[in-house]
């Protein structure tokens, strides 16, 4: 009994651990639009450390097989500047706290709130039809050509364009963590 009380402990804790660190990326993300490289690698410490903690060195080897995997899926949209190189690897740092099982779970609920949060913030700015018009022309582009490049090229510079990454990785892991997956 004592030892399932520890254990989730320290479930509890690195829950914690995760959130405040998910909350302060929101925080810089919402601010500045950039995720710090030290607030990534305390994410990575905190995620390997309690993988190691549950699991051993196979919790290890996890952890680090789920972040690469994820990091090198989403590396694609980085590429063709859909996403930024924090927001990628933030979802590849919060995905290896996950099981194999759930990282799709995660990812998906990370996504949808994306989505949900793009779509409002288009409609806010009257440029659904614009952004979903633009998308299907870029489609037809990289098909037709059989090229990436770039995508809202032009607008990457401004300062309100695109989607902080860090709000919809935080509502995933709260989803999780409130049982939801």
């Not at 051993?56 to 949209?77: D, H, K, Q, R, S």
């Amino acid at each position: 009994m004592e030892g399932k009380e520890s254990e989730n402990a320290t479930n509890t804790v690195i829950k914690g651990v995760l959130c405040f660190l998910l909350s302060i990326a929101c925080g810089y993300d919402y601010r500045s639009r950039r995720i710090p490289n030290g607030l990534i690698l305390s994410c990575l410490i905190a995620g390997a450390t309690f993988r190691w903690w549950e699991q051993g060195i196979y919790g290890i080897m996890e952890y680090f097989c789920n972040v690469l995997l994820t990091t090198v899926a989403f590396y694609l949209f980085f590429y063709i500047g859909a996403m930024g190189a924090g927001d990628v690897k933030l979802l590849g740092v919060c995905a290896g706290y996950f099981s194999g099982e759930k990282v799709l779970c995660f990812l998906f609920f990370a996504l949808l709130f994306a989505a949900v949060f793009a779509l409002c913030k288009m409609y806010l700015a009257r440029n659904l039809w614009d952004r979903l018009c633009y998308l299907g022309e870029y489609v037809w582009d990289v098909v037709r050509c059989g090229r990436w490049k770039a995508y809202f090229a032009e607008e990457r510079a401004h300062p309100g364009s695109g989607i902080c990454m860090a709000g919809p990785v935080f509502c995933s892991v709260l989803l999780y963590i409130g049982g939801v997956y």
